[in-house]
């Protein structure tokens, strides 16, 4: 079986790579941006037809939130042509799609954790571009899988993780916002949960009532406060951290300042069990 990840030296993509060896029976390959450029889709067809794999592991994306209120079109050219391209090339190749998304579809005024059936209400030019992906896998190909997530973390690339730790080297003390709630996922249990649903759903035939938007993050909830709080707490690194609200941290992009995700139909179709975000970020 051939799998395919785009977005390979990304965080997600690194952190798929770092599990490989737990799927012996799986035949990885892993394309950056520069061999698979999903916002071409003559680039797209071509890796295709070389490689011919049976799924496809979106982890390509344009992340850079706040950057995205002035950069829309390149946000577009990859959230949504990158998701509509990669869609109709594994409509052509009969190829299993798995597109990540994010918790950011959300405008975050609920005060329960948002269901896969909940309706997306993205503030931010981030979040409509990721909700349009969706909508563009979903109206090309139904065998798709799209995993929303949040708060994502690991020792790849940039993330709020990394940037607490940098930023505790610099500083004495630190300000970070309290009343934006979530769950913090861990990269590598993402990467877990996205070959699970392909472990599990090869070669089971007829398993087409599968395929849909499911969600996944680590267990519990926290603030951005708390995160940061617990990530210096497991490093053993003291520094004077400020809870603030967010109206005295402004930033381009709105975010949502409840998102935490119902994850109750993942661990039911495919018995994913999930560990609590304060254990996973020890790991
Ligand atoms: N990080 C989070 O907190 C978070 C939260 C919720 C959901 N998500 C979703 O999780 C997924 C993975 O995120 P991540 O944290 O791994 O993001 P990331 O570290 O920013 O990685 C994104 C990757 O996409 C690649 N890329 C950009 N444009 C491309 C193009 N036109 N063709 C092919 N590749 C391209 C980038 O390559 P270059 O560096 O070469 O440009 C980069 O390697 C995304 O769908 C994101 O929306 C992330």
Known sequence: MVVLVTGANGQLGQAIRSVVGNYPSIDFV???????????????????????????????????????????????????????????????????????????????????????????????????????????????????????????????????MKTMLRLASERDSLSVVSDQIGTPTNAVDLAECLLTIISTQHPIPNTQYRYGIYNFSNEGQCSWYDFAKEIFKVNNISINLQAIPTTSYPTPAKRPAYSVLDKSKIKKVFGITISNWQEQLKK
């Open 30 to 160: 892993f394309c950056s941006s520069s061999e698979l450029n999903i916002t071409d889709s003559s680039n797209c067809e071509s890796v295709f037809e070389k490689y011919k794999p049976q799924f496809c592991i979106n982890a390509a994306a344009y992340t850079a939130v706040d950057k995205a209120e002035t950069e829309s079109e390149k946000a577009y050219a990859i959230n949504v042509t990158g998701a509509q391209n990669l869609a109709s090339v594994c409509k052509a190749h009969n190829t299993v799609l798995l597109h990540v998304s994010t918790d950011f579809v959300f405008d975050g005024i609920a005060n329960q954790p948002y269901s896969e059936g909940a309706v997306p209400n993205p503030t931010g030019v981030y979040g409509i571009t990721k909700l349009q992906g969706e909508q563009a896998i979903q109206n090309t190909w139904e065998k798709h899988f799209i995993i929303r997530t949040s708060w994502v973390y690991s020792q790849f690339a940039n993330n709020f």
